[in-house]
């Protein structure tokens, strides 16, 4: 279609080229910004965390919690076993028990130490002394007070809570309390019963007691994937998924601007251009022409501006100057035409890339108008776009051949139009608003080249003027 297209000469209309590189280059810049958001940050870091072992292993154990055999289960089941174990039954009971209380009492008291001195005394040897003494001597044993300790004892013995203190003390209750006591049994009921009843364990009972699919529901881990699915259809993330890696974007994917000038600021940007050839600038610091030339290029008197765009202007008048003999080498002329060129031979020069303007031929054909690059020497010589009464686009090799593509004129007079170059090691081809126009392979110059623009006069008589070459912006990329 292409082909078909260059062969007619249907090249798209420049203001609908134009927007719609616009319309590309504002998407692919929000393409761009929105790489740095933190929505897609945020959507990268949750697709690489589902796609990671960490959530399949989350999620799988998550699946897999059951509350029977999880620490809190075997610890509430350790705490039911010791509450129903019999010698834990026991000590509760013991310990609860009026008798324990009796017999905590009686330990050490005074009672219990008398009673236990009355025991003693009747056992001791003063007390069977006394004894035989009073039947020795055939008096009342009743009379001695030692009888009266001995009755006191059996008083003692008859003492209910003297009783009940021995018969515990030599019980199987009392020994197992003592038992529980000495042992860390009671220290870890206790324990376990606190912790049964703190909010932890219950809420954590109460989490591992949940279904598989609830549990899931409620587990962080859902939560992010939540989140994700919700962002897979947020209308941005949508949209950067569908094109940031389209194809209508590989343009600006592979073009790097290098150089540009919009020509907006209603003067010429010296740091950019010569407003003379470079080599007058180089060696004479002034301008002059060259022998061909029958106009004498000013240093910069030639230039205007209009509606953001820098005009070329080719005049019928009178000036004097220097003109370059191949011969003789820089000798003084009388010209009868004025015209002006720039260049960025002292500021950028490029090997291979996208070169590019914006330019609207004059209606003249007298007059040459040209958007070219050289390098040091005068050829070979890469016409982007040359006009006088023929549009031609091609180069002039090293050794002097020369391939051009020629089309009619008067289209590109009536409105401004894209000219580019395309320029690799292995061909160059030329494009107009972006459509291709011609290719050439052969005789290819290798080295770094400026642009420049110029418009003048190559004939005599020559009529209509002045003439103006418009150039509204020049960009150039490299690869």
């Not at 591992?208 to 529901?217: C, V």
């Not at 202007?313 to 003084?332: L, V, Y």
């Not at 490029?350 to 007059?367: H, M, T």
Request: net charge positive.
């Amino acid at each position: 279609m292409a082909g078909l297209k260059t062969l007619l000469g249907l090249y798209p209309k420049t203001i609908a080229y134009e927007q719609k590189r616009k319309q590309l280059s504002e998407e692919f810049n929000a393409l761009n910004e929105y790489e740095t958001s933190d929505e897609l940050a945020r959507f990268k870091e949750l697709d690489q965390y589902l796609k990671s072992e960490e959530f399949v292993s989350e999620k799988r154990e998550l699946l897999n919690l059951r509350y029977k055999g999880s620490d809190e289960y075997l610890k509430e089941k350790e705490f039911q076993q010791l509450s129903k174990d019999s010698s834990m039954k026991l000590f509760f009971k013991t310990a609860s028990s009026d008798t324990l209380k009796l017999y905590q009492r009686m330990t050490g008291s005074d009672k219990l130490a008398k009673f236990q001195e009355l025991q003693e005394f009747v056992k001791s040897e003063e007390f069977f002394s006394a004894k035989r003494k009073a039947a020795v001597e055939k008096k009342p044993f009743k009379n001695t007070e030692e009888y009266k300790k001995s009755v006191e004892l059996k008083l003692f013995e008859k003492d209910p809570e003297i009783k009940t203190y021995f018969k515990f003390s030599k019980s199987k209750d009392l020994q197992n309390y003592n038992a529980i006591n000495a042992s860390n049994k009671l220290t870890q009921y206790e324990e376990l019963k606190e912790y049964v009843k703190t909010t932890y364990f219950l809420e954590k009972k109460k989490y591992l007691s949940l279904s598989p699919k609830t549990r899931w529901k409620q587990s962080e881990p859902y939560a992010r994937l939540q989140e994700f699915e919700n962002l897979s259809k947020s209308e941005k993330i949508v949209w950067y998924k569908k094109f940031k890696d389209h194809k209508k974007f590989d343009w600006f994917r592979t073009w790097q601007l290098t150089f540009d000038d919009e020509f907006d600021t209603g003067k010429i940007d010296k740091n950019k251009w010569l407003t003379k050839y470079f080599w007058g600038e180089e060696i004479l610091k002034d301008s002059y022409s060259v022998s061909a030339e029958k106009h004498f290029v000013t240093d910069g008197n030639n230039l205007e501006f209009n509606k953001s765009a820098l005009r070329i202007i080719t005049r019928k008048e009178n000036a004097s100057g220097k003109m370059w003999h191949d011969e003789f080498g820089f000798i003084p002329k009388e010209f009868d035409y004025t015209s002006g060129l720039i260049n960025s031979g002292s500021s950028f020069r490029q090997r291979y890339g996208l070169f590019e303007a914006k330019i609207r031929f004059s209606n003249n054909p007298d007059v040459l108008n040209a958007f070219w690059m050289v390098g040091d020497k005068k050829l070979p010589h890469i016409d982007i776009a040359k006009a006088d009464s023929k549009v031609r686009m091609g180069i002039q090799s090293e050794n002097g051949t020369s391939h051009y593509k020629t089309l009619g004129l008067k289209r590109f007079v009536e409105d401004f139009h894209i000219f580019s170059i395309e320029w690799s090691p292995e061909k160059i081809v030329w494009k107009i608003n972006g459509l291709e126009a011609s290719t050439v392979k052969l005789d290819l110059p290798q080295q770094e080249m400026y642009v420049a623009f110029s418009s003048g006069v190559y004939k005599d008589l020559v009529q209509s003027l002045p003439s103006a070459f418009e150039v509204d912006w020049i960009k150039c990329y490299k690869e």
